[in-house]
């Protein structure tokens, strides 16, 4: 389907105007302010439904109280009229029977009438990205949320990386320390009882050495002292070894709680490692099911594709291309957007060449679409000229346009 006539008043800057336009490339044209755009946006209003009218902040013209469009299709009769905020839809068979759910006709045929090919073009990378991505099939697959996912983790990974690269190195532990400090209490504890032991065991010597002049007379007793002070004998090497553990305590506790330190930044780094190592498996993953989703990707031209840069096409990026690839290619996208309703629209076109018009006019005859294409100034006696919201000077049955 193309538009075989176009009626609309009362449209943004339009006051009035009925055009029979050519079968594949319309111009319409005149000075700006006087409602080349309006015109062009009249199609998308009379047919976009919700999203056009949210794209356009006021329909009605000035001073006006109502406005409509009606589109003649062929097989279909479109009329869209609006009073005040409010709009109402009615769509007709060629045979005059009106349609019940009329939007949900025109959905099924619109396809995507808002891709303006020039206006692609012009994008920035990132842009066209995003619009590739749009009107790319990617079945089920979300690239927003798969870039989503991979930006959370790998900011998760980059904190984690930042607490292992803050623990500095970590030195090996003290060979030979134990795992609990010593006490220096329990130490001076023991000292002070082998202290005593020593005193009680000089005083026994002193008794010794006052009773060998008693020898014979203690006999007895010396035998029990000597007996006792056998027992003794050996706090003698307590008293050595608990003095050397007392100076050697501080030293062997802070190696134990260096240990202890060392011990816990080395469970950290595991933990961390582990932690990182499972998030680069998931930011591994998550590439995957991006470059599955891609590979996966139903483009509208063959030969596109994208990166993290920008739109490819035929492997190089698509700004690189020459201008007529870039409108080949832009206005090859729209048609395979729209294929019941052969119409797409070209918005400020007064930038194309004679060489690029020449190009548009042969892909439009070639697949049979309709392009309408706006432009500030024309000489062609087949362009529609608006001025003040109407059509002066043109016939009203326009003529195709020979670019070539």
């Known amino acids: 389907m193309k538009i075989i006539r176009l009626t609309a ?15 594949h490339v319309q111009v319409v044209t005149g000075r700006n302010a006087q409602g080349k755009t309006s015109l062009m946006d009249a199609i998308w209003l009379a047919i976009g439904g919700g999203q056009a009218s949210k794209e356009t902040a006021r329909v009605v013209r000035d001073g006006e109280d109502e406005a409509s469009v009606e589109l003649d299709l062929g097989d279909l ?12 839809l009615v769509v007709r068979a060629a045979d005059g029977a009106a349609y019940s759910s009329p939007q949900s006709v025109l959905d099924e045929h619109m396809g995507r009438l808002s891709f303006d090919p020039l206006a692609f073009t012009r994008m920035s990378p990132k842009d066209q990205v995003k619009a590739l991505i749009d009107v790319a099939d990617l079945g089920e697959a979300r690239l927003d949320v798969l870039a989503h996912e991979r930006a959370a983790a790998f900011e998760q990974r980059t904190d984690l990386g930042r607490d292992l690269k803050g623990l500095g190195d970590i030195p090996a532990l003290h060979p030979g320390v134990p795992v609990d400090e010593v006490s220096v209490g329990d130490l001076i504890a023991q000292l002070t009882a082998a202290q005593h032991a020593e005193n009680a065991r000089a005083t026994v010597a002193a008794n010794i050495t006052r009773m060998h002049d008693e020898l014979a007379r203690l006999t007895d007793r010396l035998e029990k002292e000597q007996i006792i002070l056998n027992s003794m004998s050996e706090y003698g090497d307590a008293i050595e070894t608990l003095t050397e553990q007392i100076n050697s305590a501080e030293d062997v506790n802070a190696r134990v709680r260096e240990n202890a330190t060392r011990a816990s930044k080395r469970e950290r780094a595991a933990s961390l490692n582990s932690a990182i190592a499972q998030l680069t498996q998931q930011i591994d993953g998550i590439d995957r099911r991006r470059e599955q989703a891609l590979s996966a990707a ?9 990166t993290d840069d920008g739109v490819t096409y035929n492997g190089i990026p698509f700004s690189q291309a020459s201008s007529s690839e870039q409108i080949r290619v832009s206005l090859a996208m729209a048609m395979s957007l729209n294929p019941s309703l052969r119409v797409i629209r070209i918005l400020d076109g007064s930038l194309l060449d004679d060489e690029s018009m020449a190009l548009i006019a042969s892909m439009a005859e070639e697949s049979d679409y309709q392009v309408w294409i706006e432009r500030v100034a024309d000489d062609d006696a087949s362009a529609v000229i608006i001025e003040d919201g109407e059509v002066i000077d043109a016939d009203d049955t326009a003529t195709e346009i020979d670019w070539t």
């Open 9 to 23: 008043t009362n449209v943004k800057r339009i006051k009035a105007v009925e055009i029979t336009p050519a079968d």
């Open 77 to 88: 009769i479109v009329t869209r009229t609006w009073k005040g905020e409010r709009s109402k």
């Open 298 to 306: 139903t483009f509208p031209v063959d030969g596109l594709g994208f």
